[in-house]
């Protein structure tokens, strides 16, 4: 079954395209990274897969309905962590998790979940005195209430500390194991690429790219940066090296050369450095990192767009609601618009 589809979605604000005629597929049980810079369209996207947001066009279907009809159905299936989720400041975090589990009608154990994101030790304390990271955690603990078949994540990592984050993606990784499928957004890249199936790039409300984070290193070409340690190498072999076919810069640090090259040109590389009589060392190559892809798809003109204008775009719709996000259980349908 396909855990998430969407066809032709486009979401307008006053003044602002959000997301535009967009299609994408997640399949059950993959774990699926969306990533974007600011103001691409990722929280938009899953406002409307959570139907908090409806869209100007297109259909929506999740695990297999359509969120616009069966969103009370697909929301007892669905755990969510959403983008800037505020506390009742004076319920413990157990009382958080307790109403979690009563509106999903579930029989977890509050602190069992508490637990599993760390909190057990915080567990009696009022929520309005956690600190960022652990009010991500209480949202986690929510968010898993009932075993969900899909888990949206916005921005999970959001305020974690480093042990934080390797739990966030311990429990990711446990969560897929189990079968369900992940969805989540992230601006932290190393979190993305250790644990997704799949990653999509939104830029400018547009899928720039979708494949698993290798393909998109193939997509990207073959370029590597090939750093060799080569203490004599002077002008004329650095000049050598650089007329090389294949090559595109070479820069030198301290004693060692850094060369942008085809994949296929490393062996040149070093075989043109000894014959200008530099010894070698030791060489190595680096691969394009999730970040150096990231800057490759969302780099360039259409990403430049003005940021400032459209964060600045006033809100075309309801204000947001004070209320503390729940885990979106609410047997009412969710079509009031979030306001950023
Ligand atoms: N309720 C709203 N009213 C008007 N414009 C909105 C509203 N919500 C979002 N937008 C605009 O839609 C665009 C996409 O915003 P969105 O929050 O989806 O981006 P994002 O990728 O989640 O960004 P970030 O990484 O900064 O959270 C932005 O230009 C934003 O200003």
Not at 60 to 84: F, Q
Not at 245 to 260: I, Y
């Amino acid at each position: 079954m396909t855990a998430i589809e969407l066809r032709g979605v486009t979401k307008e604000f006053a003044g602002v395209t959000a997301v535009r005629d967009l299609d994408l597929t997640v399949e059950d049980g993959e774990v699926y990274g969306f990533l974007g810079p600011n103001g691409a369209g990722k929280s938009t996207t899953i406002d409307m897969l959570l139907d908090l947001v409806r869209p100007t066009a297109g259909t929506v279907r999740v695990l297999g309905a359509d969120v616009a009809t069966d969103g009370v159905a697909i929301r007892r299936r669905t755990g969510v962590l959403p983008d800037g989720f505020s506390v009742y400041d004076r319920l413990s975090g157990r009382k958080h998790v307790e109403f979690a589990v009563e509106s999903k009608d579930a029989a977890d154990d509050p602190d069992a979940l508490l637990a599993r994101v760390g909190l057990a030790d915080a567990a009696d304390r009022d929520a309005g005195a956690y600190s960022k990271g652990m009010r991500q955690r209480l949202a986690l603990a929510m968010a898993l209430v009932d075993d969900p078949d899909l888990l949206v994540l916005d921005e999970p990592s959001a305020g974690l500390d480093p042990a934080g984050a390797k739990e966030m993606r311990e429990i990711v990784r446990a969560e897929a194991e189990r079968g369900a499928t992940v969805f989540f957004s992230s601006h932290i890249l190393e979190q993305v690429d250790a644990v997704c199936d799949r990653v999509g790039i939104l830029r400018d409300g547009e899928l720039v790219a979708e494949d698993s984070v290798e393909g998109l290193r193939e997509t990207v070409g073959g370029e590597e940066t090939l750093e060799v340690a080569a203490a004599g190498a002077d002008d004329e072999a650095v000049a050598t090296v650089r007329a090389l076919d294949g090559v595109s810069g070479v820069t030198r640090d301290g004693d060692e050369l850094v060369v942008n090259c085809d994949s296929d040109a490393k062996t040149a590389v070093i075989g043109a450095l000894e014959e200008a009589g530099v010894a070698v060392a030791d060489f190595h190559t680096r691969e394009a990192s999730l970040e150096d892809l990231f800057l490759a798809y969302t780099e360039g003109d259409a990403a430049t767009r003005d940021a400032d204008s459209a964060a600045s775009t006033p809100a075309d719709d309801e204000p947001a609601d004070d209320e503390p996000t729940d885990d979106g259980t609410d047997d009412e349908p969710a079509a009031e618009e979030v306001d950023r």
